[in-house]
């Protein structure tokens, strides 16, 4: 079953610093999509990409988050001056008009 | 966007049949039902997606009545392992965002 990866499944980083969540969506879907859930509460979108631009974002995306497709395979998250409140599990995932397929996941703990 | 209203928490019994019920009550013609399950620490995993009456796979069946203002999600005999957090979300047909509501916490007991 294909799937969507993420890498790396954790990362600690110091407060400021700059981190790039990275993922491979399944291959020959469309959309792409980056999803946030802090511990204990609910999902929460981030922001949609299609054709190579941004369909739709969130207010948490705000400009300290940038998105991008560098290649034919990868779709990147990053986000330039990390906040403690930026804690939490990032999930990418991808659709082709149906449902969404979720990776697994990055931890992500700033300290 | 259509907002969702499920229960917070449900208990149930291993080999019970078990339904959870979303409420959405300004969902839009274009836009489709889709259910997701959420094992700690793991993305959600997409189980079965409607527009309308019934849909049946092999691990669920979704119940949406013809006003399309609600949906059943049904778990047939539930074990264990289906101890997760089911969410319910509704989103338009050019999949641009859907929103994660605050899902229901099934707990399958022994």
């Known amino acids: 079953e294909p799937e969507v990866t993420q890498t790396p499944s954790h990362q600690v980083t110091q407060m400021g610093q700059e981190v790039i969540l990275r993922c491979v969506p399944i291959?020959?879907?469309?959309?792409f999509y980056w999803y946030r859930q802090i511990l204990g509460q609910k999902v929460e979108f981030l922001v949609s990409?299609?054709?190579?631009?941004?369909?739709?974002k969130s207010e948490i995306f705000d400009d300290q988050f940038s998105v991008e497709r560098p290649d034919g395979s990868n779709f990147t998250l990053k986000i330039r001056s990390t906040k403690l409140e930026d804690s939490a599990m990032y999930f990418c995932?991808?659709?082709?008009?149906?449902?969404?397929?979720f990776g697994s996941g990055t931890r992500l703990t700033v300290v | 966007l259509a907002k969702t209203t499920q229960p917070i928490s449900m208990d149930s019994y291993e080999g019970q049949e078990v339904n959870i019920t979303c409420s959405h009550n300004?969902?839009?013609?274009?836009?489709?039902i889709t259910w997701y399950q959420q094992f700690p620490s793991q993305g959600p995993r997409f189980i079965i997606q409607?527009?309308?009456t019934k849909v049946t796979n092999e691990v669920a069946s979704l119940f949406i009545p013809a006003d399309r203002k609600s949906s059943t999600l049904s778990l047939p005999r539930v074990s264990l392992s289906d101890t997760a957090v089911y969410y319910c979300?509704?989103?338009?047909?050019?999949?641009?965002?859907?929103?994660f509501g605050s899902g229901t916490k099934l707990n399958v007991k022994p």
């Open positions: 409607g527009y309308k």
């Open positions: 995932a991808s659709s082709n008009r149906g449902g969404y397929t």
């Open positions: 990409f299609y054709n190579n631009e941004i369909s739709e």
């Open positions: 300004n969902i839009a013609t274009n836009d489709y």
């Open positions: 979300l509704v989103g338009d047909t050019n999949f641009n965002k859907f929103y």
């Open positions: 291959s020959n879907h469309l959309y």
